[in-house]
């Protein structure tokens, strides 16, 4: 009981520290704006731990915050080969394959009214179909390794990229559009001085998009065959062996190396396009 008591104390404390760093004199500087968000993750994070610990709530229903640490500690090795196998090639491999082939395929329907009415909303069907349906034909396609992961990411990625760019691409007004053939400009430079910029931010919608598509498909897809080798292959094994403190390792795993990928766009995102209006202030 006395476990829970902290746990309100420390909440209480969480709150009135983040609300006075909010609202004070220095709530605008970059300082201020990190250090929130950390003091809201670590009031979480102690809460976890009184709570679970205070309430003696069973590993298997949810680990203690430090018996997770203690494993991905332990399990440093294992980890990085899971991240190997499922970040790095199944799901970096289908998202540079698939957004760069669904940005090659939007040039193409931009340029031709049969395929944008032919082939989106064929897009927006396949988008719809769910992965439990796609991955174990994409697995029993490709095989076991890597390759099926790709493959089921290039799925989820393509068509999102595809009407984000599609749109982009079609957001220069018709005035501008007429104002660059009054340049006799050709195609190629309409399209690099005018419409590929004005595209960038649908661009980058879709890529960030596809950054979380990414790593679920990867993930998911492993559960319907992989080596032994994966997080989505530990995650299903370690359930199986009601190994919870495993299982949240590997979630840590993907959440950071989610918000890292998708820091990393929109790091991107924010050089390239520092001109639009959503990128100021």
Request: proline share 4%; hydrophobic share 60%.
């Amino acid at each position: 009981m006395m476990l829970v008591i902290c746990a309100v104390i420390v909440w209480a404390a969480g709150w009135w520290m983040n609300v006075r760093l909010a609202n004070g004199r220095y709530a605008n500087q970059r300082w201020v704006q990190l250090l929130v968000p950390a003091i809201f993750g670590a009031t979480l994070l102690l809460i976890w731990e009184l709570l679970v610990r205070g309430l003696q709530v069973p590993l298997v229903i949810l680990p203690a915050p430090s018996l997770i640490a203690a494993r991905f500690g332990e399990s440093l090795d294992l980890l990085w080969a899971d991240f190997v196998q499922t970040i790095l090639k199944g799901a970096l491999g289908g998202y540079l394959i698939g957004c760069g082939a669904a940005f090659v395929m939007a040039i193409l329907v931009d340029r031709s009214d049969f395929l944008r009415r032919g082939l989106l909303p064929v897009g927006n069907f396949v988008a719809a179909l769910p992965i439990v349906g796609t991955a174990p034909i994409l697995v029993m396609w490709f095989g076991f390794d890597w390759q099926s992961k790709a493959a089921v990411v290039v799925v989820m990625v393509f068509f999102p990229m595809l009407v984000n760019t599609v749109a982009g691409l079609r957001e220069t007004s018709v005035l501008q559009r007429d104002l660059m053939q009054t340049y006799a400009a050709s195609y190629g430079q309409s399209f690099l001085k005018l419409r590929l910029p004005a595209a960038l931010p649908f661009i980058f919608n879709g890529l960030k998009i596809s950054t979380t598509l990414a790593l679920i498909g990867a993930i998911v897809a492993e559960f319907f065959g992989s080596p032994t080798v994966g997080m989505g292959f530990r995650i299903s094994t370690s359930v199986g062996q009601l190994a919870l403190d495993m299982v949240w390792a590997e979630i840590v795993v993907a959440a950071l190396a989610g918000s890292l990928f998708y820091g990393l766009v929109a790091l991107i995102e924010k050089r390239s396009t520092f001109w639009h209006p959503s990128q100021r202030g």
